[in-house]
């Protein structure tokens, strides 16, 4: 159980239970153990994506000894795991450091405002009901805000609108709202689901609903890049029979970061041998069974859009054994009982999915207050990934797009605890970047053209093209300049100080 009210004040307040929030809370624990800390969490329970998600099927698509905590092993031979797997681990870390009774559930952070008089933030907190909040306003403060509330809307997934979609006959349905009336094989069987699109959401879905006797098709305008590999690897289950766990675990989670970093690398320097590498797997999982042209070669280059992966083949395997199907071409017009293509075909469905994608939402949709001046984070340089010039004690944990999301959050988190600890020894109570405003701006995230990239990218905050104005991608990069020996803290761009007030005249 969690707190009913949050404190007045905290030295910390953490905003967000899920992945990233709860091993933020963790770190804390183990490295500022005199802070004080809160967490704050809109909805009713821990785990973030993995509590939201409902969709069956619904699994990392990151490997789990990256996407663990460097803290915390993952003590199975299973790489790629399910949603509740997930949640259990996170809830598991959270009983380990005594985390839950420091979070307030069912409320949602709304506004954030700093005073460099008092060196304090001020937030204000509402309840939150069917998603939404509501009511009065309370207020907190804190000296360091952490927003670890992920980088898309809980709320507002992407859902284009379809021509003729008010005349279907069935149901539609977005993966981020699933139902609870289609996750059981007696709910599914026979059921013909088409699912448009053919991102991550879309291959780890379909394998999991035609498992449960559905008929699916996928409908996708262009495929996109999939990894069929194994759930098991056979260095990592002899790595975990030699080695203690913890070694063993440090290991793996060297190896596999180390070759996915590799292979992104490839992708960018020579597309067409990662091309190559992926066609050769794809087309043996197919054995010769479907067609790989034209619905399993992208016209873009691999990491060109966040690689997805297919955990022992599956979605392969369902369509082999003629329980799913891919269609690849564009939508003319919904109609009564299914969907009518530019090519004349027709899908008919009982159910359409539209895994469309997400919407991306910098900062939770808060936007911060500095001394009474709202500041648009497009205007701001970005400082190593996590921080904003000309704001002072706000932090934010936004993971990798092309490798574990957890390898960037624990990363973070340590370095905010070394900032914590550089404002400890030197009595400051304000950290905050300062840039040259004249830099190269480039975008948050570049060279990853991504379509729910592309769309909100704009409204985060600028890269420019040195350190620390950058937001690497590469976690061998980042583990250096963060945690390195050679690493400052105290790097001359960062400003730490304490508020100066004038003399009250007696």
Same mark, same amino acid.
């Given at each position: 159980m969690g707190n009913e009210t949050a404190p007045k004040h905290v030295d910390v307040l953490i905003v967000g239970a899920g992945l990233s929030g709860i091993g933020m809370a963790c770190h804390l624990t183990?490295?500022?153990?005199?802070?004080?800390? *809160?967490?704050?969490?809109?909805?009713?329970?821990?785990?973030?994506? #993995?509590?939201?998600?409902?969709?069956? /099927?619904?699994r990392t698509d990151s490997d789990m000894y990256t996407f663990g905590y460097d803290f915390k092993p993952w003590k199975s031979n299973i790489a790629i795991v399910e949603a509740s797997l997930i949640k259990t681990y996170i809830q598991e870390a959270a009983d380990e450091y005594d985390v839950t009774r420091h979070i307030t559930f069912g409320k949602r952070v709304v506004d954030a405002s700093w005073d460099s008089d008092?060196? %304090? #933030?001020? %937030?204000?907190?509402?309840?939150?009901?069917?998603?939404?909040?509501?009511?009065?306003?309370s207020s907190m403060t804190c000296g360091w805000l952490q927003m670890?509330? /992920?980088?898309?809307?809980?709320?507002? $997934? @992407?859902? +284009? =609108?379809? +021509?003729?979609?008010?005349?279907?006959? /069935?149901?539609?349905?977005? $993966?981020?709202?699933? $139902?609870? @009336?289609?996750?059981?094989?007696?709910?599914? =069987?026979?059921?013909?689901?088409?699912?448009?699109?053919?991102?991550?959401?879309?291959?780890?879905?379909?394998?999991?609903?035609?498992?449960?006797?559905?008929?699916?098709?996928?409908?996708?305008r262009t495929p996109s890049w999939i990894a069929p590999l194994p759930q098991?690897? $056979?260095? %990592?289950?002899?790595?975990?029979?030699?080695?203690?766990?913890?070694?063993?675990?440090?290991?793996?989670?060297?190896?596999?970061?180390?070759?996915?970093?590799?292979i992104y690398k490839q992708s960018r320097k020579n597309p067409d041998k990662v091309k190559k590498l992926l066609n050769r797997e794809v087309t043996k999982a197919l054995d010769g069974q479907f067609p790989m042209d034209p619905h399993f070669t992208p016209s873009y280059n691999p990491w060109d859009q966040r690689l997805c992966l297919a955990p022992d083949g599956d979605i392969f395997t369902a369509i082999k054994e003629g329980r799913a199907n891919v269609v690849t071409e564009h939508i003319d017009t919904f109609d009564e009982?299914?969907?009518?293509?530019?090519?004349? =075909?027709?899908? =008919? *469905?009982?159910?359409?999915?539209?895994?469309?994608?997400?919407?991306?939402?910098?900062?939770g949709g808060v936007t911060p207050v500095v001394d009474g001046n709202p500041i648009d984070l497009a205007e701001t340089f970005t400082y190593k990934g996590f921080m904003y010039s000309g704001i002072p004690n706000l932090g934010t944990t936004f993971g990798y797009i092309n490798a574990s999301w957890t390898l960037r959050a624990d990363l973070i988190a340590r370095y905010i605890c070394r900032i914590l600890q550089q404002m400890d020894a030197h009595d400051a109570t304000r950290a905050m970047p300062i840039a040259d405003p004249d830099m190269p701006k480039r975008p948050y995230v570049d060279d990853f053209p991504a379509g729910y990239?592309?769309?909100?990218?704009?409204?985060?905050?600028k890269q420019s093209?040195?350190? +620390? #104005?950058? *937001?690497?991608?590469?976690?061998?990069?980042?583990?250096?300049?963060?945690?390195?020996?050679?690493?400052?803290?105290?790097?001359? %761009?960062?400003?730490?100080?304490?508020p100066v007030?004038? +003399?009250v005249d007696a």
């Open positions: 183990r490295e500022c153990p005199t802070k004080s800390y *809160a967490i704050v969490e809109a909805r009713d329970a821990m785990g973030g994506t #993995w509590d939201l998600f409902k969709y069956p /099927g619904i008092a060196s %304090v #933030w001020t %937030v204000e907190i509402r309840d939150v009901i069917d998603g939404e909040p509501t009511g009065a306003a670890c509330s /992920g980088y898309y809307s809980y709320n507002e $997934p @992407h859902r +284009p =609108d379809f +021509p003729g979609e008010a005349s279907f006959g /069935g149901e539609i349905v977005h $993966p981020q709202f699933w $139902p609870d @009336h289609l996750q059981t094989h007696e709910q599914l =069987d026979g059921k013909k689901i088409v699912v448009i699109g053919s991102g991550a959401t879309a291959v780890t879905l379909i394998p999991a609903i035609a498992e449960k006797g559905a008929h699916v098709t996928m409908l996708q098991k690897n $056979p260095v %990592v289950i002899g790595l975990r029979k030699l080695l203690p766990e913890k070694v063993a675990y440090q290991a793996i989670r060297k190896i596999n970061s180390f070759r996915t970093e590799l009982t299914g969907i009518l293509l530019k090519n004349g =075909d027709h899908l =008919d *469905a009982d159910v359409i999915v539209t895994a469309t994608g997400l919407q991306m939402l910098a900062l990239m592309q769309r909100s990218i704009h409204t985060f905050p093209d040195r350190d +620390p #104005w950058t *937001a690497s991608q590469s976690y061998s990069h980042d583990k250096k300049t963060l945690l390195g020996p050679d690493a400052e803290i105290d790097d001359g %761009v960062m400003e730490f100080s304490s007030r004038e +003399p």
